[in-house]
């Protein structure tokens, strides 16, 4: 059990840019949840997979949001035209779901700077 | 939005022991409360979880009400490290996050 790894760890852009951070779960997690973070807040959920199906979406999230996890292990999470708003910390958290009492494994989480 | 609510912050001295509550009044019979803890810089660790019973583990204990509207988080000795921010939530399909409660640990 390596936890959960999300790479980068920092990323500073410039506005305008495409980002794309990615997570990987624990091996053998078939949930895979964002979320995202801004100082003084707790985490705001952004969107979660079960395997390869992308299965809720956060109404907040705009278009310029979009997350993938192609073959249910690794996600990527790409953010295109960058605002300084998008400034936050992204969070990736995993579990396995054989019940809705599971327990979920977050990862350290990218830093994201949107100059 | 959260279906709990939390004091935003709390107070305690080291080794002494740490009582954190946590309203959750639309609780229904098939929501288990698990509660999770953030230290700077860090993502959300697990901490425990029940459903009606109290439970303990090397972390904490979990006491649960009656009428299961409520919970508190019990540290049992507070030390410099369990400074972070806690965070009681209903567990659903997704994991919906409130502001938590912010403990200072004063030595």
């Known amino acids: 059990d390596t936890g959960v790894s999300q790479d980068p760890r920092h990323k500073i852009t410039k506005r305008g840019q495409n980002v794309t951070f990615r997570c990987d779960p624990i091996s053998e997690h078939n949930r895979l949840y964002w979320y995202r973070q801004t100082l003084g807040q707790g985490p705001e959920f952004l969107t979660y997979f079960q395997n390869e199906a992308q299965l809720e979406k956060s109404r907040l999230l705009s278009d310029r949001f979009s997350a993938e996890r192609p073959k249910g292990s690794f996600s990527t999470l790409e953010i295109q035209r960058t605002e300084q708003g998008d400034s936050a910390m992204y969070l990736c958290?995993?579990?396995?779901?054989?019940?809705?009492?599971?327990?979920?494994?977050f990862g350290s989480g990218t830093q994201l700077s949107v100059l | 939005d959260a279906k709990t609510t939390q004091p935003n912050s709390m107070e305690s001295n080291e080794e002494e022991p740490v009582h954190l509550p946590c309203n959750h009044s639309?609780?229904?019979?098939?929501?288990?409360i698990h509660w999770y803890r953030q230290l700077p810089s860090q993502g959300p660790e697990y901490v425990i979880h029940g459903l009606t019973s109290n439970v303990n583990n090397r972390m904490a204990s979990l006491a649960i009400a009656e009428d299961r509207k409520s919970s508190t988080l019990i540290l049992h000795r507070a030390t410099l490290r369990d400074a972070a921010v806690y965070y009681c939530?209903?567990?659903?399909?997704?994991?919906?996050f409130g502001k938590g409660t912010r403990l200072h640990i004063l030595p």
């Open positions: 939530i209903l567990r659903e399909d997704k994991i919906i």
């Open positions: 639309t609780i229904s019979g098939t929501d288990y």
């Open positions: 958290a995993s579990s396995l779901e054989l019940a809705t009492n599971e327990k979920l494994f």
